[in-house]
């Protein structure tokens, strides 16, 4: 694994009550710098973010050794498929959070709430239980733990969040809301 080479996917905000398409935002980073920026977008609480990931880490290029996702989901409840996403690109696959989420919420919003619901917890269970990290909470496909830590380590030069994913969280706040201002990452 290239780990100094990374890819950080987040979402840009969106009103709670959007039902279109969301914009994605992926921060490629080698090593602290940041070397690109790709955009796509996915369909709000849809099914598309593993094949759109997919797409993006393509148009990213093939030094890209790392992807990092920060959260599950994608546009409220559009699920990652980690596994299949690191089986279609051949890269690692870490999902960062800065707490585990609440699982049985989780659940009873996909089962209660959400089209597909069933097939998105079934993703959500095989993506594995979060373990801490390197101060974060993480899911992880095609490492171990303690690559996802030297990796953590190696990518986060402040707080707790790698820079790829930082980097992402910010340029889609600043390119949605005209400033990224004011959020927390």
């Known amino acids: ?3 100094l080479h990374a890819i950080g996917f987040d979402d840009a905000p969106f009103a709670r009550t959007w ?3 969301v914009g994605i935002y992926g921060a490629v980073y080698a090593g602290h710098t940041l070397h690109a920026v790709v955009s796509g977008r996915v369909r709000r609480d849809g099914r598309n973010s593993t094949a759109e990931l997919t797409r993006l880490s393509a148009v990213a290029g093939d030094h890209v050794g790392l992807i990092l996702v920060q959260g599950i989901a994608l546009a409220g409840f559009n699920v990652v498929d980690i596994h299949a996403l690191e089986a ?3 890269r690692p696959v870490l999902v960062v959070a800065r707490r585990p989420p609440d699982l049985d919420a989780v659940r009873r919003a996909l089962l209660d709430h959400v089209p597909g619901g069933a097939s998105k917890w079934r993703l959500v269970q095989a ?4 373990e801490p990290c390197a101060g974060v909470w993480v899911q992880r496909a095609g490492l171990t733990l303690a690559a996802a830590g030297e990796a953590l ?3 986060t030069v402040t707080g707790r969040i790698p820079e790829p994913l930082r980097a992402a969280h910010v340029i889609a ?8 201002r004011g959020q927390r990452v």
Do not use: F
Request: hydrophobic share 35%; charged share 20%.
């Open 19 to 21: 039902r279109g398409d």
């Open 1 to 3: 694994m290239r780990a």
């Open 127 to 130: 993506a594995g239980e979060m």
């Open 173 to 180: 706040g600043g390119v949605t809301r005209g400033s990224s």
């Open 88 to 90: 279609a690109t051949g």
């Open 153 to 155: 380590a190696s990518l």
